[in-house]
């Protein structure tokens, strides 16, 4: 059964970073993009971007370049998207989702992670 | 970027009822690369239809998509209680990939 199992909810003062990592089970992790997707409260989604786990390449949605790293480690099968220089603007909740190489939609996301970035 | 333009904002229907649901591209989707989520409250969201009109594994018949081009549209046929949610349509035929600002169903 395919699972996207992220980290738990984080709380940051702004300027900060946050680590958000996402675990994968149930199918092969280098088979598929890991995009991130962030709601902030009571609004939309909004694409942050990808990470190819083959060879990590990457691609930034242009509001978050300069600010977002995405990474991955494929020995635990696990993706990481750090967002540094936080403001309160950048609380949401941040969603995994893998797509296939084809393109394809999002089958299946993550639970979800809350960063609350307060003083 | 493609932007994606959803219409009504929220719509109020009972069950039983017909929804019809629109997603607006400012430019056209490649391959009608459009997909459709559900999202319930506090829930993650769900794919309902990609390529415009291809139902995703277990959603039930009542859900359909069509269009082509700029004009998506997702259609309930007769809604049960639980389709009460906000959906959102996704270009995935280019970078960035984006979403439209969602439509609420609400009883």
């Known amino acids: 059964q395919v699972q996207l199992v992220q980290s738990g909810a984080e709380v940051k003062k702004p300027g900060a970073s946050v680590k958000v990592s996402c675990k994968v089970f149930g199918y092969t992790f280098s088979g598929y993009y890991m995009n991130w997707v962030r709601q902030a409260p009571g609004q939309g989604l909004e694409w942050m971007g990808w990470?190819?786990?083959?060879?990590?390449?990457?691609n930034y949605a242009q509001n978050f370049q300069g600010r977002v790293t995405m990474t991955r480690d494929t020995t635990i099968s696990t993706a990481y998207m750090e967002l540094s220089r936080l403001s309160s603007d950048d609380t949401a909740v941040y969603y995994c989702?893998?797509?296939?190489?084809?393109?394809?939609?999002?089958?299946?996301w993550g639970q979800g992670t809350l960063v609350t970035v307060s003083s | 970027e493609i932007v994606l333009t959803q219409s009504p904002g929220t719509v109020s229907l009972s069950p039983g009822e017909r929804a019809t649901l629109s997603c607006r591209a400012s430019q056209s989707v490649m391959y009608n690369y459009l997909a459709w989520y559900q999202q319930k409250p506090g829930q993650t969201p769900r794919l309902l239809i990609f390529?415009?009109?291809s139902r995703a594994t277990g959603i039930p018949d009542r859900f359909s998509g069509s269009g082509s081009g700029t004009d998506f549209t997702l259609t309930i046929s007769r809604l049960e209680p639980e389709d009460f949610a906000v959906y959102y349509c996704q270009q995935y035929s280019s970078s960035p990939r984006t979403f439209g600002q969602g439509t609420k169903l609400e009883i």
């Open positions: 990470i190819n786990p083959n060879n990590g390449a990457t």
């Open positions: 989702a893998r797509e296939g190489y084809g393109p394809t939609p999002y089958d299946s």
């Open positions: 390529a415009a009109s």
